[in-house]
Structure formats: C-alpha cells, structure tokens
DNA sequence: GCTGAAATTAAGACATA
DNA sequence: TATGTCTTAATTTCAGC
C-alpha cells in the first residue's frame, strides 16, 4: 500500500508466478530476514545456489522489497503509542493526498491509513508521554485546514505479525 | 509492545546509554536491513570493526531486535486491506488478553492494537477480496463471544515510516 | 573505545547437467 | 531449473593503540 516501490501494482496476469518453496522462502524471511542463503537452503531442502536465484528473482521482479530492523521503542524513550482517528471536511482528491504525505514527514506518525467508515483516516504515532501526546494532536492535528475531529486512542497493548498469508494458486 | 521480546522492559534507569553515532546506525538499519557494516561505517566515518562492535552491541542489548523482509502483498494474491474497529462487552482482564492472542494466529490479521476510545480493539487484516472480508469478518470476529460490534474500515490507501523518531537524551 | 589486520564464513557468478 | 565449484566480499575475532 505504500508509494513509490517497485512493481507496486502488477496487472493480474503478471503477477509473477510462485511456487511452494518460494513461499517458504519468504516465510523464513519474513521473520528473520538475515538469515544466510546456506541457511534457508537447509530449511527447505534446496541447494544454497539454487536458494540463492531464487531469493535474487523474487527481489529483481519486485516480491520482496526493502528489509528493515525493528527497534525497540523504549531504547529511544519512546513511552506511549496512540491510533489518531481523524475526521476530515472536505474530501478533495488532493487535499487528502496532500494530507497524506504532509503527516508521513511528521516524526511522530509511524503510519496512515487513508480509510472508509466514521472516520477519514487512522494515524499510529508514537511519542515520549502523554503531554507530549496532547503537543503533538494540537500542533500537527488539530491545527491542520480540513480536520473537523480527532479522536485520540491510547495503545495499551499490541500484537504483529510479520508473515503475510497467500491468497493465490500456487505453480 | 509485542510479547515475548528480550528486554522489552527496561527500568528507566536501565535503558542503555546511546550516543548519536549510535542512533545514526539504528535510522540506517531501519530503512535497510541489508547493509554491510563497511556500508554503514563508510557512512557515518567510521571503521568497520567499531561500527560493527556497536551493532553486536546494541543487539546484545535489545535495542535491535529482528529484521524483516517486506514483500509485495499483491504478490500473495493480496487485494484489500481493512481496519476492525471491534468494541467488546467485557473488560475482564484475561478475556481480553486471551482474545489478543486469538486473532494474532488468524493468518490474515497483521496487527492488532487494544486501545481506550469509542472502541476497544483496532485489528489491521488483509484479505484476497470484498466477499473474503465479508466472510474473515463474520467467521473470525463478529462469531467470538463478548464481541459486541465491528465497524469495517476499508483502507484506500497507507503510508509507513520505518524510522522510529528519538525522545531521549543522548550521551 | 577505536583501529587495522587476520581468519572464518557468506554472497554472488558461472559452467555443467 | 538444480547443482557444485570458484572468486569476491562480507562478517567476526583479536592484538595493539
């Protein structure tokens, strides 16, 4: 769902095909993605070299993108997470774009959804407190032309996970 | 605020002490796992063998936890991303901890946030299509037992930072 | 805490089947 | 498309500053 990747958006049809084994592939990658190529050869009974075209044709045609290190947020005296859901007045094409890529450049934001429903978009920031919490809706949300509400929905308790499910026939 | 991490919890106090050449390496790292240690050295003017020193470090430490590959949901069939804004009836601590842990092995949930608010649970699933919404929705959430409402949010488009801001000092 | 060099291990390219 | 070998490049350890 995020911008400016490549091979985002695939006509069905060329959605490149996949197999069992690239699929395990990108299951162990998901969840551990400096696992070496002899070692995700092992797991799933393939030669490392043959791993190895295989990881190197999924990153080439666009199935596997960028890789990233997840940081523990109280390292950085991050203390507090919160959803923002925003109520938005007018639903211009491009003002709600441009508010888009306006809060993404906000520290705070880890992510916005552009979203159906009550409200126009769900925002998960993460800040120091709660009066830094208060600082951030007023001066980043609050204050912005178009907003009419802003809910505020503190996180008490979270859950991820990083494999995504398949939805497709596999070759 | 996932579960079952090393160090998750630090005491205030204990929070490993980190300088800016630290966090530089860390805003590295976040947007691209892969990084060689000389890459990173290079960048920040460092040699490789000290840079490499403070990764193995802040690994040990728990301020880095594991890396991920991000792969192109479309990919896997993937065609519609939604947000559950579902509000419970009971607020009995064990049930709603249980309920956590139950819809984090639904394989289409990728997150799931329990937050104060109009609603109780923020849960981001993606799906093939509308119909396997519909069906995720009725089967998977409206059916578990203290569920008293779910709104649909159908997400038209995201943004994500992968960069964790910093709110602490620094030595 | 930083450096540079040495040893170990992995990545990536290629020829072959 | 899978494999084993080979070259190059990376990680990781360690003695010295």
Redesign the interface.
């Known amino acids: ?3 400016d ?1 490549p ?4 006509d069905i049809a060329q ?2 095909d ?1 197999d069992r084994i690239d ?1 395990g592939i ?1 299951r162990l ?6 696992l070496s190529v002899k070692e995700i050869a092992a797991e799933i009974g393939l030669a490392p070299s043959t791993t190895h075209e295989r990881v190197r044709r999924m990153r080439e045609t ?18 507090l ?3 923002l ?1 925003i109520e938005l007045s007018k639903h211009n094409r491009g003002i709600v ?1 441009q508010f ?2 306006d ?2 450049s906000v ?13 126009d978009l ?1 925002v998960h920031v ?3 407190d709660t009066q ?1 919490l208060k600082d951030l809706a007023l001066d980043q949300f609050t204050i912005r032309p178009g907003v009419t509400r802003i ?12 494999e ?5 026939s596999l070759r």
């Open positions: 769902m995020d911008k990747r091979n985002e958006s695939w959605v490149p996949l699929v990108l990658l998901q969840n551990n993605a400096r666009g199935i596997l993108w960028g890789t990233h290190v997840e940081v523990n947020p109280k390292a950085l005296g991050i203390g997470e919160a959803l859901m774009d888009l890529d809060i993404v520290p705070e934001v880890r992510s916005a959804f552009l979203v159906s429903g009550r409200y769900v993460v800040v120091h830094h809910e505020t929905s503190i996180i008490f308790d979270a859950r991820r996970r990083y995504l499910p398949v939805f497709r």
